[in-house]
Structures are given as structure tokens and as C-alpha cells.
């Protein structure tokens, strides 16, 4: 029996006010799978993403998780299914430092003096944990009590992706993870990318560079005007194909 999608959208919409944001729109993502999210500006992108992350509901149409239907009608319904969002201004705080970043909202504290109603931060605890995840996803940040205002764009993006992973996310959405960084920064988070899939974790990445695209990704999924405009497998699928859905010509499967 085939195993149904991790996620899947079906026929959903989202409106706000006179402007449609999403019409109709299907997508999945399996497992252990990388599906771009393209489409030029104002395509429905960033829409799907909140949808996807409970930011903003949709008005109507059926997101399935794991083959049932679900309504993810908050960020922290989305958080316990299993599905972690990486938005595109990484949401870190500058003056706190690499541990307290990954671990912002869901500190540890001290395990002595069990009982008591204010017990002091396990500083210790969550370095040694921070420093093991990044080591395991072969992250080099220098210090992990080094303040993210000093580390370098491609640092602060990894450091928002392994802060994603604590939670043990099922599936992961990147809103373009490699905009503004150099060709070796972007090639860092590409291998972070690639990793997720092998630890079997479903990717999303939405991204305007196709070069990232044919890179990492399984399938893309083309959105025009808030619509589907094209599905592609992506290695087999040529580059100007893809260009062209993206541009408005007419879709393909």
C-alpha cells in the first residue's frame, strides 16, 4: 500500500479583502523529500507558507497530514503536528547568543532544586545541547555563547534552521534560505538541506534561484497568480521548462 503524503493541500484558498491570494491550490510533500515552492513575486509564496504554518488559515479546501484532514488554525497547532517554519527574516535575536537563540521560548532550567516555583536557567545544559546539534548537522559557528549579531549571514541562516530541528519537526519550510548569501555560504545551507532529507524530514523551499533548485530538489511546484501553473520532476525536467511555468506560460506536469 502506497504511503500516503506528509502534507498535502487540496483545492485550498485564501482571500484577503478583494485580492485572492491562493485559488485551488494542490501540493504534497513525502518524506525524506525536497519540493520547491516557485513563482514570481506576488505568485501566492509566502500566502502558501502561512497557510501551511497556521500564520493564516485557509478559507476553504483540505490540508492533510500524514493522510487525514487537519486544521491548522495557529503556528503552535502546526508546532505539534510536526512542522517547523524557517521565514526568510529568521526571527533571531541579535543580542542573545547562539544557545539562548536555539533555544529562545523553550529554555531549560537548572534540574536542582526540583519543586521550586522560579528555578535559574540550565546555561550549561542547553550549550552542551546547542553545540551537539550543530556539531551533528556539521554547523561551524566558533562559540555558542557568541552573540549572533557577530556571526556571518550563512551562520545566522543555519543557526535558524538547527533551531527549527529541536522541536523534531516532521517537515520543514525554508522561505528562501539563500537570498543575500555568497556562493559559499549558500552551498553550507544547501548541504543543511540536503541533510534534512536524509534524516527522512519533508523539505518545502521556496527559492527565486533555480541553480538551488536543480541543486537539492525532488519536485517543484509552480504557483502564478495564486494558482498551480506547473509540477516538475525536477532532475529530469529542463531548466527553461520550469523558467517558463514560472513566467506564465502554460503549465506542465
Not at 28 to 38: C, N, S
Amino acid at each position: 500500500m502506497t504511503e500516503p503524503p506528509l502534507l498535502a493541500l487540496r483545492g485550498v484558498s485564501k482571500r484577503f479583502g478583494a485580492v485572492q491570494a491562493l485559488k485551488d491550490v494542490d501540493l504534497e510533500v513525502h518524506k525524506g523529500q525536497v519540493v520547491a515552492l516557485l513563482g514570481d513575486n506576488g505568485a501566492g509564496k509566502s500566502t502558501l507558507i502561512k497557510v501551511i504554518s497556521g500564520v493564516d488559515p485557509p478559507d476553504k479546501g483540505v490540508i492533510e497530514w500524514e493522510g487525514r484532514a487537519v486544521q491548522i488554525r495557529t503556528p503552535r497547532i502546526a508546532q505539534r503536528l510536526g512542522i517547523a517554519t524557517v521565514y526568510q527574516d529568521l526571527a533571531l535575536c541579535d543580542d542573545l547568543d547562539v544557545a539562548a537563540n536555539l533555544f529562545l521560548g523553550r529554555e531549560r532550567r537548572s534540574p536542582g532544586a526540583r519543586g521550586r516555583l522560579f528555578r535559574a536557567m540550565d546555561d550549561g545544559g542547553m550549550r552542551r545541547e546547542a553545540r551537539g546539534q550543530l556539531d551533528t548537522l556539521g554547523i561551524r559557528v566558533p562559540d555558542v555563547r557568541a552573540p549572533v549579531a557577530s556571526l556571518s549571514a550563512g551562520q545566522r541562516q543555519s543557526v535558524a534552521i538547527s533551531r527549527a530541528l529541536l522541536g523534531h519537526p516532521k517537515a520543514v519550510l525554508l522561505d528562501e534560505p539563500t537570498a543575500a548569501l555568497g556562493i559559499a555560504q549558500a552551498g553550507h545551507v544547501l548541504d543543511l538541506v540536503e541533510e534534512l532529507r536524509e534524516q527522512g524530514i519533508g523539505v518545502l523551499l521556496i527559492s527565486h534561484n533555480l541553480g538551488d533548485v536543480k541543486a537539492v530538489a525532488d519536485e517543484a511546484a509552480v504557483l502564478r497568480l495564486g494558482c498551480n501553473n506547473g509540477f516538475f520532476h525536477v532532475p529530469t525536467s529542463p531548466q527553461d521548462r520550469i523558467f517558463s511555468a514560472i513566467v506564465g506560460a502554460t503549465g506542465n506536469s
